[in-house]
Nanobody
Framework: QVQLVESGGGLVQAGGSLRLSCVASGGILSNYGVGWFRQAPGKEREFVALILWSGVSTDYAGSVKGRFAISRDNAKNTVFLQMNSLKPEDTAVYYC????????????????WGQGTQVTVSS
């Protein structure tokens, strides 16, 4: 069973950048599509981005399109989320999970969630 660990979160000012990493162990990450979700206090977990196993196909939530970029390094069993032009509304705990369902943007289509990494954007 693949296990995922997120890292790279932190505190950043609005307009700044962060790069999150999602590292897999116990399995081959290249077998999976991998998605990033986020959950702000008092809100449901929401879809951020998805990259399929080949790395060629990606998908983004409208709120982050043009600011965030998802990529993967299968040799390192790692998926990245580059976040630029951060806004206070991006503040949340960010989670990665392996994609195993039919829908790209639904939490129920993902498995093997990591523990999350906190991103805080100050205004």
């Amino acid at each position: 069973q693949v296990q995922l660990v997120e890292s790279g979160g932190g505190l950043v000012q609005a307009g700044g950048s962060l790069r999150l990493s999602c590292v897999a162990s116990g399995g081959i990450l290249s077998n999976y599509g991998v998605g990033w979700f986020r959950q702000a206090p008092g809100k449901e977990r929401e879809f951020v981005a998805l990259i399929l196993w080949s790395g060629v196909s990606t998908d983004y939530a409208g709120s982050v399109k043009g600011r965030f970029a998802i990529s993967r390094d299968n040799a390192k069993n790692t998926v990245f989320l580059q976040m630029n032009s951060l806004k206070p509304e991006d503040t949340a705990v960010y989670y990665c999970g392996t994609h195993g369902g039919a829908l790209r943007d639904r939490e129920g289509s993902y498995n093997n969630w990591g523990q999350g990494t906190q991103v805080t954007v100050s205004s």
